[in-house]
């Protein structure tokens, strides 16, 4: 259900750029206005975001330390898993940020007869994970030859590694399929895996979908239908320069689509569950150093509380204490 | 209360989620896996709102009218004081990698036992009033209101959470759902909404320095009963000080351990170590309790709760401190007990004045784990040890939740624990270290009315002792925590009968050797040592003395 409501949704939207350029001619609208505000709202709603998260205070110093804490000088200490010292939290942090550790290390259970559980290691998320980002993040620098002229050299190979598959006379940009195969995955593990669907809400799927239907859309353009390429490093060279001077209606529907749905996917991310890319490093369980009683940690809004202090306990205890022969301050 | 169902019956657990969609299906109160509610007079206590006489069965929870308000507008405040909090409710992309790491859930299957749908008990709340998109989206969004049925949810399932941390472990952004049970009960307490099995111990332990509710005669007087215990062992008699000025360093152990077997054999075991020391220590009788049950309350509580240790330490004039082997005890100590109370300035950084050693990992809190302490002793060859004192036990260790994933002691009790027993075995990789499986029972829920509860949310870790026992004969499972040497014996009788529960300074104690001691027949629980054959005469004087013990303890329960 959740899955079909989202599904519909990114094809309204789909449908809303067809018909926006096919039978209303808003080129202009769908070409420079909504790509601007979608950028906009993007950047303005991820600041907003993560300020209000960095400006949260950090009461407690909670790592979740995940290995020997450093101690005695001859006990070895777990430098990333449970580091004491800022270059512990930074590898600790990369490691989480690059490599998706902790994800890593994923495990899965099994209940047999006996009853007898048994774990073993499962790395798939792990991996449909790593592919998904990586792939998105190279897909997003190789659109960066769009906006410069000349294009950076880091970009042409880029292309050359990404691009070693041949396939035909058609040289196939590895990233782009790597994505879709990777965000199939990763619905598909939604819809079969039953606990994940029970936990999925409409808000896992449709950012699913939406990045499918990115990814579609520009593989179609890229290797499918024919587009007016210099018109469109035309126009996006413009919207870079703020000065858009091309006749966008040279410019096919599918690109419009394609773009639309990029749009889309930048509005969205602030209001999504997609800013996690920010929150993961501002999580205090992994961005901390586990040295809480070697530094004092300052929580800045400590206040003083109501305590029974030592003077009323003895006040309710005076003659039981000496009878038992402990001292008092009082006599 | 309700018959628990036998071991093989309860281990027939069906992981399949229900048709309906978790926000529909509504919550049912099953017996056996909730706790009585809070009393009046314990709220009174410690001055907490809605003190009144309720049940967590009955229809009407008694709430003040704007219950509502006060729930959400509490919400709000902790959003703006809690960078986790904020953070956890934002950036769950509900992948389900902590799905099956819980225990409860491991136990239960009930769905709403997998972190992540717990943690959404409370964010589609947070999603319905605190965000854009759950506010015109409603239910698309994962948004939902704050009803009556949804409270009640929250309290059932907020108290089916051991704030163990296993969940954080394997999340890719570290969400810890610990930290917004923890929110949740801050919450739920607004509206006088605990257990009795945690508003009790907190009231006890704001009067009387315990959760035990142990006056100051009872403190002493039960270590005087240990005494007499060490001295028909060891022909040796201690004679430790209460509440004195000018001892070098203040010893802080959970109540329990003060209380009830196990727990008492690992404070015996500390009083014959610091003896053999000569170490200048003292008991407090007003800093009674190292635990805090405040935690499992609100941070206010807690705080107001831990206060009690540096405020004795300042007033007898201590150096630095050693607490005692506890779980949920050293989180606190370790990751809160400075930011709240501190800084400890009136303190000297710890020093053990036996092999010199600076304590620098504590050089701001001045507060030693005992293990830690222990462990230096040993590796400095400062203790005389005789390891085959436990040769008749096949030990593996039990980490707690606390201690692993919100500290890190992994290795010194191990090291003590191989330095004073011969065989020692792990269990499987996936259930010991930073990946250990709570005892069931953590976070105040070793209550008697939550028993199954408590027997599923303990299966992952029985059945890895299990194995163990398959594997190696293990028939003892020690620990560095007074809730599990609590909370695991019935565990342990449950899923893997013949398991014995210990705790590390037991076993240092039984292969200490002391000086002037005479030669022991028996360990500290009187049960003859490995090669001593026991007469018929001894052995029904221990099981007398065991029986004289229990109806003692009984008598100052009741
Ligand atoms: S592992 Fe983390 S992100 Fe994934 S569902 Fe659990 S809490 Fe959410
Ligand atoms: S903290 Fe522990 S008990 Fe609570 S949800 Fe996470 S794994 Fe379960």
Redo the contacts between chains.
């Keep these: 259900m959740n899955a079909l409501l989202s599904l519909v949704a990114v094809i309204v939207l789909i449908l809303i750029a067809f018909i926006g350029i096919k039978v209303a001619s808003l080129h202009f609208l769908f070409g420079v206005v909504i790509p601007y505000a979608a950028i906009a709202t993007f950047l303005i709603g991820v600041i907003y975001r993560v300020v209000k998260w960095g400006r949260t205070p950090v009461p407690f110093r909670i790592p979740t330390t995940c290995g020997q804490q450093k101690s005695l000088p001859w006990i070895k200490q777990s430098k990333l898993d449970n580091p004491s010292s800022t270059s512990g939290v930074i590898g600790r942090m990369l490691l989480e940020v690059f490599l998706f550790r902790s994800l890593f290390s994923n495990t899965k259970f099994e209940l047999k007869e006996g009853p007898k559980i048994a774990y073993g290691s499962t790395k798939w998320l792990w991996l449909g994970g790593l592919a998904f980002h990586w792939s998105f993040f190279v897909v997003l620098v190789r659109h960066v030859r769009l906006f410069t002229e000349p294009v950076p050299s880091f970009l042409h190979s880029i292309e050359v590694l990404d691009g070693f598959l041949q396939v035909g006379a058609l040289g196939v940009l590895i990233s782009g399929v790597v994505l879709l195969l990777a965000v199939t995955y990763l619905f598909l593990r939604r819809v079969f895996i039953p606990e994940v669907r029970y936990i999925s809400l409409a808000a896992d799927y449709f950012p699913l979908f939406l990045i499918m239907s990115v990814a579609l859309s520009g593989i179609l353009m890229r290797y499918f239908l024919r587009v007016d390429l210099v018109s469109i490093k035309e126009l996006t060279m413009g919207l870079a320069s703020f000065s858009v001077a091309v006749s966008l209606e040279k410019i096919s529907v599918i690109f419009y689509i394609h773009l639309f749905l990029v749009s889309a996917l930048f509005a969205y991310i602030p209001f999504s569950k997609i800013m996690h890319m920010g929150g993961v490093f501002l999580s205090p369980t992994r961005n901390l150093a586990n040295n809480s009683r070697m530094e004092r940690h300052i929580n800045p809004w400590n206040y003083p509380v109501k305590v029974h202090t030592y003077e009323e306990y003895e006040d309710d205890f005076r003659e039981i204490m000496k009878d038992a022969g402990i001292p008092v301050e009082k006599e | 209360m309700s018959k628990t169902p036998k071991a093989d019956e309860l281990?027939k657990?069906d992981?399949?989620?229900p048709k309906s969609?978790?926000m529909d299906t509504p919550v049912e109160f099953k017996q056996g896996f909730w706790c009585y509610g809070s009393k009046a007079k314990s709220l009174e206590t410690v001055?907490f709102p809605n003190p009144r006489q309720w049940s967590p069965a009955d229809e009407d929870w008694k709430l003040p009218e704007n219950w509502q308000e006060i729930v959400l507008k509490g919400f709000k405040e902790r959003?703006?004081?809690?960078?986790?909090f904020?953070?956890?409710m934002?950036?769950?992309?509900?992948?389900?990698?902590c799905?099956?790491?819980c225990h409860f859930f491991?136990g239960s299957g009930d769905?709403k036992n997998?972190p992540?749908?717990r943690a959404?008990l409370l964010r589609s709340v947070y999603r319905g009033n605190f965000?854009?998109?759950g506010k015109i989206?409603g239910k698309?969004?994962?948004a939902r209101e704050l009803t009556y049925p949804v409270l009640k949810e929250w309290w059932y399932y907020f108290f089916q959470c051991t704030e163990c941390?296993r969940c954080?472990?394997?999340?890719?952004?570290?969400?810890?759902t610990a930290?917004i049970t923890m929110m949740a009960r801050e919450l739920l307490n607004l509206l006088g909404l605990n257990t009795d099995w945690i508003s009790g111990p907190a009231a006890n332990c704001?009067?009387?320095?315990n959760h035990l509710g142990l006056?100051?005669?009872a403190i002493?007087?039960n270590i005087e009963y240990m005494l007499d215990d060490i001295e028909s062992i060891t022909g040796i008699r201690i004679k430790p000080t209460?509440?004195?000025?000018g001892a070098e360093i203040l010893f802080v152990v959970p109540s329990g351990d003060l209380f009830a077997d196990p727990g008492t054999y690992t404070t015996m075991g500390e009083l014959m170590l610091f003896h053999e020391l000569g170490l200048d220590y003292t008991w407090s009788?007003?800093a009674s309790e190292g635990g805090n049950f405040g935690f499992f309350t609100s941070?206010?509580m807690a705080?107001?709760l831990n206060?009690?240790i540096y405020?004795?330490a300042k007033?007898l004039g201590v150096k630095w401190i050693i607490g005692g082997e506890c779980g949920h005890m050293w989180r606190v100590l370790?990751?809160?007990m400075?930011?709240?109370n501190?800084?400890a300035d009136f303190l000297e950084a710890p020093k053990s004045p036996i092999t010199g050693?600076v304590?620098?990992?504590?050089?701001?809190?001045k507060?030693v784990h005992i293990a830690?302490f222990t462990?230096?002793l040993i590796?400095h060859g400062k203790l005389k040890l005789d390891p085959r004192r436990n040769d008749h036990l096949k030990v593996t260790f039990h980490d707690s939740c606390n201690t692993?994933?919100?500290?890190?002691?992994?290795?010194?009790p191990r090291?003590i624990i191989k330095n004073v027993c011969s065989h020692f075995y792990e269990m499987?990789e996936?259930?010991i270290?930073?990946?250990t499986f709570c005892c069931g029972s953590g976070s105040g829920l070793n209550a008697s009315e939550n028993i199954e509860l408590r027997m599923r949310g303990g299966?992952?870790r029985a059945?890895?002792v299990?194995?163990v026992v398959e594997k190696y004969g293990v028939n003892m499972l020690a620990n560095i925590c007074a809730i599990d040497r609590a909370a695991l014996p019935p565990l342990m009788d449950y899923w893997v009968p013949g398991v014995g529960v210990t705790g590390v300074h037991e076993l240092v104690a039984n292969a200490l050797v002391m000086k002037g001691e005479k030669e022991r027949t028996t360990n500290l629980r009187g049960e003859p040592l490995p090669g001593v054959v026991e007469t018929r005469e001894e052995r029904r004087k221990r099981e007398d003395r065991r029986k004289e013990v229990g109806r003692r303890r009984k008598r100052e329960e009741g």
């Excluded at chain 2, 954080?168 to 810890?176: L, Q």
């Excluded at chain 2, 704001?206 to 320095?209: H, R, S």
């Excluded at chain 2, 692993?404 to 010194?412: D, F, P, Q, T, V």
């Design positions: 281990s657990i992981y399949m989620p969609g978790w001055g959003l703006d004081k809690y960078r986790s904020k953070v956890f934002d950036i769950c992309v509900r992948c389900g990698a799905a099956d790491k491991i769905p997998m992540v749908l959404e965000t854009k998109a989206l698309l969004a994962g941390r954080s472990v394997f999340c890719p952004y570290g969400i810890d930290e704001y009067m009387k320095g006056e100051p005669h002493t007087g209460f509440n004195r000025k009788t007003y941070n206010e705080k107001r206060s009690k405020a004795e007033r370790h990751q809160y400075d930011t709240w501190g800084p050693t304590f620098e990992n504590a050089k701001s809190t507060m830690e462990a230096d590796r692993s994933r919100g500290m890190g002691i992994l290795e010194e090291y499987d996936n259930t270290r930073e990946k299966l992952p059945n890895a299990k194995d």
